[in-house]
């Protein structure tokens, strides 16, 4: 069965510098999808970046990367040159894709918090 | 602006009672999941629908139901409630059911049952 860990439940990050999120995932499918999701304290769930299994580079959407490293199976979220405005949860979560898509699996989160 | 829609945003019922949430997909998405966010048990699938037809379930309980009208917008009926459903229910949606991009979240309906 799928599953996906985040070791921090919260972190601090010092205004315009970089952090990183962790998430490592546990699957027996060898396609699978892996996404960070953002939640502000509004609630919303607000997809951030997308990464394929199969895919050979790194993701990147503007000041989030996702760094991926297939056989540490983690896939850990880095956010570069922090605002105040990232401070939320953020979701690592995963899909499985070899037989047509599963529901997204979550795990618990990391509330980041941006320190001005 | 995700594209999808829920209703209400806010609900607040007495126990026992019985609630229905909506949900409209992106327009042309085939495939609706819904999910629970609660204190304890984080984000849990609840249950998807593909054109209409029960895909797939997860711990969803026998009090709450669900079904994919032929618009393709979804219902989650959830009855008996009891303190502990009190929680953030989001519907996502995406378009098919082999690809791989994200699901598109609503902005979920925050339950409170008293």
């Known amino acids: 069965a799928q599953k996906i860990t985040q070791t921090q439940p919260g972190m601090f990050v010092q205004e315009k510098e970089a952090v990183t999120l962790d998430c490592t995932y546990d699957?027996?499918?060898?396609?699978?999808?892996l996404f960070w999701y953002k939640q502000p304290s509004s609630g919303e769930m607000i997809f951030l970046i997308y990464q394929g299994s199969y895919d050979e580079q790194n993701a990147t959407e503007g000041r989030y990367s996702l760094n991926f490293q297939k056989a540490r199976k983690s896939a850990n979220l880095v956010i570069s040159a922090s605002q105040l405005g990232d401070s939320a949860m953020y979701f690592c979560a995963m899909r499985e894709v070899q037989s047509g898509n599963t529901p997204l699996v979550f795990g618990k989160g990391t509330r980041l918090s941006v320190i001005a | 602006d995700s594209g999808v829609t829920q209703t209400p945003k806010h609900l607040i019922t007495a126990t026992g009672q019985r609630v229905t949430l909506r949900c409209s997909p992106r327009?042309?998405?085939?495939?609706v999941y819904w999910y629970q966010q609660s204190l304890d048990q984080g984000l849990q699938f609840l249950i998807q629908y593909y054109n209409g037809e029960e895909r797939a379930k997860g711990n969803i309980l026998e009090r709450f139901s669900a079904q994919q009208f032929p618009d393709l917008h979804s219902e989650l009926n959830l009855s008996s409630l009891e303190l502990g459903d009190s929680a953030l229910y989001f519907c996502?949606?995406?378009?098919?059911?082999?690809?791989?991009?994200?699901?598109?979240f609503g902005q979920g309906t925050r339950l409170t049952v008293v």
């Open positions: 327009s042309g998405d085939l495939s």
């Open positions: 699957t027996s499918d060898q396609s699978y999808g």
């Open positions: 996502a949606s995406s378009p098919t059911l082999v690809d791989h991009t994200e699901a598109f």
